[in-house]
C-alpha cells in the first residue's frame, strides 16, 4: 500500500509539473473544466437512470480490460500503470482547475471525483494487494477462494462507485459549482 500511495503521489507531481510547463492557455480547451461547460452543468438536469448505463458501458470495459491484463506474470506493473495514469490525471486536472478557478478549482477537483472514487480506490488496492499475494498462497482451493470473495467484494465496490457516480455525483457537482458561482 505503501509503494502505491509513494507512486501514486509522484506521479500526481508529475501531472502537477506538466499541467503547469503547458499553461492556462491548454487547461481553457479542457472540456470539463470550461466556463462554459461548468455553467452549463450548473442547470443541467441529469438523470442517474440516464447516466447509470453510459458509465456502466465505459468503466465495465475498462476495468475488464484491466484485470484481464493484470492476470499474468506482469500483471501488479499493469495495475502500478494505472495508478500512474489516474495519479497523473488527477495532479494535471487540479492545477488546470486551479489555474482557471482559484482556490475554488480544489473543491471542483472534489465534485469531479467523489463520492464515486471512495469505492473505486479500494477496488484497485485490493486488487494490487491481491495480484501480490498471489504467489505465496499454500492450497489452490484456498487460493480460488480467496480470489473469488475478492471478486466479489471487488465488483459489489466497483457497482456502489457506478451507483454514486450516477445518482450522487451530480446532484453533488452543482451543488460545489453553486456555492463557487
Known amino acids: 500500500m505503501k509503494k502505491n500511495t509513494f507512486l501514486f503521489f ?5 501531472g502537477v509539473i506538466s499541467a503547469n510547463i503547458l499553461g492556462i492557455v491548454s487547461g481553457r480547451e479542457l472540456g470539463a473544466m470550461n466556463e ?35 492476470i499474468g506474470i506482469y ?8 495508478i500512474c495514469y489516474l495519479g497523473f490525471s488527477v495532479g494535471f486536472l487540479s492545477v488546470i482547475a486551479i489555474m482557471n478557478y482559484g482556490i475554488r478549482g480544489i473543491f471542483l477537483i472534489f465534485g469531479f471525483f467523489l463520492p464515486q472514487w471512495l469505492f473505486y480506490a479500494p477496488v484497485l488496492v485490493l ?4 495480484l501480490r499475494r498471489y504467489k505465496f498462497e499454500e492450497t489452490r482451493r484456498k487460493k480460488n477462494m480467496q480470489i473469488l470473495l475478492l ?11 457506478l451507483f ?18
Open 127 to 130: 486488487w494490487r494487494h491481491e
Open 164 to 181: 454514486s457516480e450516477s445518482y450522487v455525483n451530480p446532484f453533488f457537482l452543482q451543488k460545489i459549482i453553486r456555492i463557487m458561482g
Open 10 to 14: 509522484l506521479v500526481f507531481l508529475g
Open 75 to 82: 500483471g501488479s506493473l499493469i495495475v502500478d500503470g494505472y
Open 36 to 70: 462554459y461547460f461548468i455553467n452549463r452543468y450548473m442547470y443541467a438536469n441529469i438523470q442517474g437512470r440516464e447516466l447509470f448505463p453510459f458509465l456502466f458501458y465505459r468503466r465495465v470495459p475498462e476495468m475488464l480490460l484491466l484485470l484481464f491484463l493484470s
Open 151 to 161: 471478486a466479489a467484494l471487488g465488483g459489489l465496490l466497483f457497482l456502489i462507485g
